[in-house]
């Protein structure tokens, strides 16, 4: 993450973009580094110790449902009976899964809860970049929302993993720049632009084919095995957010 930081302000400073955040806007942009980047990152981090990387896209990627969710009870939107199947869905996944884990190694059921609150985190901060009005572009939120991530993350690294550093392999240093290069700047300012002009749920369409390639590659990359129930929870996953994403008329969604 570091590495992107410096990465956007190379960028920032050639094209002459303002670094500046407003003083009303510093506690706002503050408060979207919670579940944007701290609870998404630290959690799914963690989590993906305990589970296939196919797993964890599936599990990560119901963030659509819980920004729904978290939109009904914090900003009381409506809740439309595409919104119920979804969750539905969602949680049946979920279920499936948890099953599998349950009858595997005593750890994962840890990853699963791990990795769904790094979700919840996220559907959070989406929720709340959508209604938080902000004057800063995308790119100067993107780095300071990393600028404070980063020393929170190297913290809880010093105290959790201190044991563990060591030199990264070529193999590690590629995912490295991979991450904070294409993922870090990149894919975070385009999602954060997205965040911030369309409805959360609307958002979400962006994300939809994120779990099938997580699971596709962790198959191809990784060797790992595609189980009855991986496979049921991905089609109810991508079933869930397509009811809940298709365009739709208010009479046609009055039924709540």
């Known amino acids: 993450m570091a590495i992107g930081i410096l990465a956007i302000a190379a960028y920032m400073t050639l094209r002459r973009d303002s670094f500046h955040v407003r003083s009303e806007e510093r506690a706002p942009v503050l408060r ?29 990627y119901t963030m659509p449902v819980w920004a729904m969710l978290i939109g009904v009870v914090l900003y009381r939107d409506r809740l439309t009976w595409r919104g119920l199947m979804g969750v539905f869905l969602a949680l049946s996944a979920t279920i499936l899964l948890a099953m599998d884990e349950f009858t ?26 959508n209604r938080t009005p902000l004057s800063i572009s995308n790119t100067s939120l993107t780095l300071w929302m990393m600028v404070v991530t980063v020393p929170i993350l190297g913290i809880l690294s010093v105290i959790l ?11 590690e240093w ?33 994300i939809m084919l994120i779990p099938i390639v997580g699971v596709g590659s962790g198959a191809w990359a990784l ?13 109810l996953i991508v079933l869930a957010m397509s009811i809940v994403l298709l365009p739709y008329t208010k009479k046609e969604d009055a039924l709540l």
Request: proline share 4%; with cysteine; net charge positive.
């Open 223 to 235: 060797n790992e095995t595609l189980g009855v129930y991986d496979i049921a929870a991905l089609g």
């Open 32 to 60: 979207l580094v919670i579940g944007n980047m701290i609870i998404w990152h630290v959690f799914a981090i963690y989590a993906i110790k305990f589970l296939t990387s196919g797993r964890a896209a599936i599990l990560g």
């Open 174 to 206: 590629g995912a490295i720049f991979y991450n904070a290069l294409l993922v870090f700047c990149i894919c975070h300012i385009i999602w954060f632009r997205l965040a911030r002009k369309l409805p959360p749920v609307a958002s979400s369409l962006a």
């Open 161 to 171: 993993e201190f044991d563990q550093w060591r030199t990264p392999t070529v193999g």
């Open 104 to 129: 595997s190694l005593v750890g994962q059921p840890l990853g699963l809860g791990l990795m769904l609150f790094a979700a919840f985190g996220w559907g959070l901060g989406t929720v709340m970049m």
